[in-house]
Every structure is written in structure tokens, then in C-alpha cells.
């Protein structure tokens, strides 16, 4: 069987197709052109690699996202109150863990988005959660040389008072 095909040219077909960023069939063979009227198809709207447009508008969500997580961190870095035992406690264990789910949450958009440097500071504002909780956890579940409570201990009321 004599194969009669001029590879240069279907080859260049489908170079140019790839280059237009059209389909090219699974058969190996080039689209067939669409007829018709000087309008252009409509962009898709993911690319061939099924990546989502990175514009602006994408690109200022993905960057509110990451510095409101950052401002999350900071501000738990920076905490005011002592956060020995009682509610302060469980107050700072639950921003951290606000921290925690809001950096994966920029670790998932930046990923989508293609944006590495958020996805990089998504992973360390994971790590810098996941560190402040065990450092407040660890010492309250016998883990740490230290122990900690999770309560605050009761004073006993001053002397001198009649309680009844």
C-alpha cells in the first residue's frame, strides 16, 4: 500500500491550527475550516490546557484573597491578649483556625489562577497556622515538658468574706 499523503503539508495545517489555538481531532487530521462571514468565533472561555483567563479581575480576587489571609496572619502574630487559658484561648485557637482554612483557600484560588508567589505565601501562612496551634495545643495534651491548662483555675474568694 502506497501511502500518497504530503505529511510537510498536513503538518502545516495542523501547526497553524495549534498556532489559532483551535482543535485538532483525535484522528490526527485537521478541523475542517468553518465557512462563513468575517466574524471570528468567540474565545473560549478556558484555554487548551483548561486553564481559566488570568486577567484582572482574576488576578485583583486572587491578590485580596491572599493579602486578607496575610492581615489574618499578622494580626495573630501580633496578638494583644494573653492566651493562656480560658476563653482568650479559645478565641486565638479559633482564628487560627480561620487562618488555616483562609490560606487553603488561597492556596486553591492561586492554584487555579496560576499565580505561584500567593500559592508560596498560601503554604507558609498554613504552616505559620498549623505551628501556633500545636505550640498552644501540645503543652495542654501532655505532649511538651511543659503543661498547661485549658481553663483558667478558679481564685478562691479573699479572706475575710463569708460565703454561703
Given amino acids: 500500500m502506497a501511502d500518497n499523503r504530503d505529511w510537510d503539508k498536513e503538518m502545516a495545517a ?6 489559532k489555538g483551535g482543535y485538532v481531532a483525535p484522528s490526527g487530521g485537521a478541523p475542517a475550516p468553518q465557512g462563513g462571514g468575517g466574524a471570528s468565533a468567540p474565545a473560549p472561555v478556558f ?3 483548561g486553564a481559566p483567563p488570568a486577567g484582572s479581575r482574576a488576578w485583583f480576587g486572587i491578590w485580596i484573597r491572599t493579602l486578607l489571609a496575610l492581615a489574618l496572619a499578622f494580626g495573630l ?3 494583644p491578649w494573653t492566651r493562656f487559658c480560658g476563653l482568650n484561648l479559645y478565641w486565638f485557637l479559633g482564628a487560627t483556625a480561620v487562618l488555616a ?3 487553603i483557600w488561597v ?3 492561586s492554584w487555579k489562577g496560576r499565580s505561584a508567589f500567593s500559592h508560596l505565601l498560601g503554604f507558609l501562612m498554613f504552616g505559620f497556622a498549623v505551628w501556633l496551634g500545636a505550640a498552644e495545643v501540645l503543652p495542654r495534651v501532655g505532649y511538651a515538658k511543659i ?3 485549658w481553663s483558667c483555675p478558679v481564685e478562691p ?3 475575710g468574706t463569708v460565703t454561703q
Avoid: C, E, F, Q
Avoid at 495542523?14 to 498556532?19: E, G, L, N, P, R
Fill in 157 to 159: 474568694p479573699p479572706a
Fill in 107 to 109: 492556596m486553591l484560588v
Fill in 101 to 103: 482554612l483562609a490560606s
Fill in 77 to 79: 502574630w501580633a496578638w
Fill in 47 to 49: 484555554s487548551a490546557s
Fill in 14 to 19: 495542523i501547526d497553524k491550527v495549534i498556532a
Fill in 147 to 149: 503543661h498547661r491548662v
